[in-house]
């Protein structure tokens, strides 16, 4: 039974990198819309890679052990780079979409959608966390006295959404 629920967590995290691939497909290239899924593959690729090192016994590969080390002790800082990346790419999409550089006027929806998987994953609550960061920095920043109150109220009202 673990076996099984393990399985469908990572095919769920399949889907929303299959949904991410094709929403992207014919896109402009945009540098942060292929630093999500190349972060990924390093984070998967070096895990495999040193699993792979200890099964064979790799004493003579220790430079390239170390170094993959390094990755996975970084990690968490990783994932964090990538789910503020996920965030960061909406409005990019969004702005591109009203500059006609976007693929499509779908993109942005099927992104957002993609986006409420990611909040809603339980796998990966790195998107969570970086919502709730963004919105921390937001709200102090708008409550500094520099801060106008006409921005302050109309992003406050945004965020109350």
Known sequence: KQW???RVRE???????V?????????????IVGMVPTLYCIMQGSSFII??????????????????EKVRE???KL??????????IMPLVILQLFTGQSGSILTPLVYYQFLMLRYMSRRNPYVRS???????????LVYKPACPGIIRNVVMKVISL
């Not at 994932?79 to 960061?88: D, N, P, S, Y």
């Open 4 to 6: 099984y629920q393990r």
């Open 11 to 17: 095919f769920q995290t399949f889907q929303h990198y």
């Open 19 to 31: 949904l991410f691939a094709f929403n992207f497909y014919g896109y402009k290239p945009t540098t």
């Open 51 to 68: 699993n792979m090192l200890q099964e064979c016994n790799g004493g003579t590969f220790a430079a390239v052990k170390t170094q993959l």
């Open 74 to 76: 970084n990690q968490q």
């Open 79 to 88: 994932l964090r780079v990538v789910a503020t990346g996920e965030i960061f």
């Open 130 to 140: 970086a919502f709730t960061e963004l919105r921390l920095a937001i709200v102090q």
